[in-house]
Nanobody, 111 residues
């Protein structure tokens, strides 16, 4: 079955950077669309961005220019580089593929 394991979260000051990783197994990673979502306290889970298997990427408008999604097909790993983090970026970040979810990774941005 599909397994997605996120890592790389933590506490960072506003303006700082973090990189999340999502290690995937149980799927043909190079042929899968891979996405990042997040859920802030008291809010619904929202789309952050997606890496299409053909190389395209799409982002939530509010993170464009600050967040970058990349993938390493040789390592079956998806990345989310987050720069210029804002307090409102505080959330649990989830990796998604084939309707499956990772366990989530907490990101806290102090103001």
């Amino acid at each position: 079955q599909v397994q997605l394991v996120e890592s790389g979260g933590g506490l960072v000051q506003a303006g700082g950077s973090l990189r999340l990783s999502c290690a995937a197994s149980g799927l043909t990673f190079s042929s899968a669309n891979m996405g990042w979502y997040r859920q802030a306290p008291g809010k619904e889970r929202e789309f952050v961005g997606i890496s299409g298997y053909l190389g395209s990427t799409y982002y939530l408008e509010s993170v464009k220019g600050r967040f970058t999604i990349s993938r390493d097909n040789a390592k079956n790993t998806l990345y989310l580089q987050m720069n210029s983090l804002k307090h409102e970026s505080t959330a649990i970040y989830y990796c998604n593929a084939l309707k499956c979810w990772g366990q989530g990774n907490q990101v806290n941005v102090s103001s």
